[in-house]
């Protein structure tokens, strides 16, 4: 009987260990690099509501176009309702499409920090929790480092950087309606009072690189 009792206990060990093993083979920690297409490269940022970086990003010399969605969790095919409990790890983001012949990861960046309130943790003014933290993916060495120096920058210019820096892994696309919200719905409460004086207070810090025919 003793014997018996040991060996199911054998077995359930090696079975755990079995399971453990393969949990934590599926983690990967590597970034992973999405290939340019017809030239254009993307680049990925969390900075609070994805709707208010959307129209940033958008405004951008060089950027052909944002994207919505959300990254930076630990479950599959996020929803905005998932998302909102802050039970998915994953934060509100943006895919960012850009000519690097025109604006350079590096000047994205800086108009990453250029945006947004720089030591809010998790939240970008009045959206709060952590779906909506700020978090900067790398895809390469090359961009990891180019985020570490402008966070050493500004470290040293006395900012206490709540951003996070994480390899990128994958990027869920948000729903329809949440695409071009800004710029479909300009006289909405929320795009009145944050999305569009948000954008103008960039703007006025990198005037430089805004777009003609970019809004307000």
Same mark, same amino acid.
């Given at each position: 009987m003793k014997l018996l009792i040991y060996s199911v206990m054998m *077995? *359930? @060990?090696?079975?755990? %260990?079995?399971? =453990?093993?393969?949990?934590?083979?599926?983690?990967?920690?590597d970034a992973i690099q999405v290939a340019s297409e017809n030239g254009m490269k993307r680049a990925y940022f969390a900075s609070g509501c994805f709707w208010c970086v959307e129209e940033i990003y958008e405004g951008v010399k060089g950027v052909k176009e944002s994207i919505?969605?959300?990254?930076?969790?630990?479950? =599959?095919?996020? !929803?905005? =309702?998932?998302?909102?409990?802050?039970?998915?790890?994953? @934060?509100?983001a943006n895919e960012i499409i850009y000519n690097p012949?025109?604006?350079?990861?590096? !000047? *994205?960046? %800086?108009?990453?920090? @250029?945006s947004q309130n720089i030591g809010q943790v998790n939240g970008q003014g009045p959206d709060n929790g952590s779906q909506y933290r700020s978090i900067i993916f790398y895809q390469n060495d090359i961009e990891k480092k180019i985020i570490e120096d402008k966070i050493a920058d500004l470290t040293k210019e006395g900012y206490k950087v709540a951003a996070e820096v994480k390899p990128f892994q994958k990027f869920w696309i948000a729903e329809d309606y949440h695409q071009d919200y800004a710029k479909l719905h300009p006289t909405q409460g929320y795009i009145r009072g944050v999305s569009i004086p948000r954008f103008k207070n960039f703007a006025s810090k990198m005037p430089n690189i805004i777009k003609e025919s970019a809004p307000h």
């Open positions: *077995l *359930l @060990a090696s079975t755990c %260990n079995t399971t =453990e093993t393969k949990s934590k083979q599926a983690i990967n920690t919505s969605g959300y990254s930076g969790g630990h479950t =599959e095919n996020p !929803t905005y =309702e998932d998302s909102n409990t802050g039970r998915t790890g994953h @934060a509100e012949k025109i604006v350079s990861f590096k !000047t *994205l960046v %800086n108009v990453y920090f @250029a």
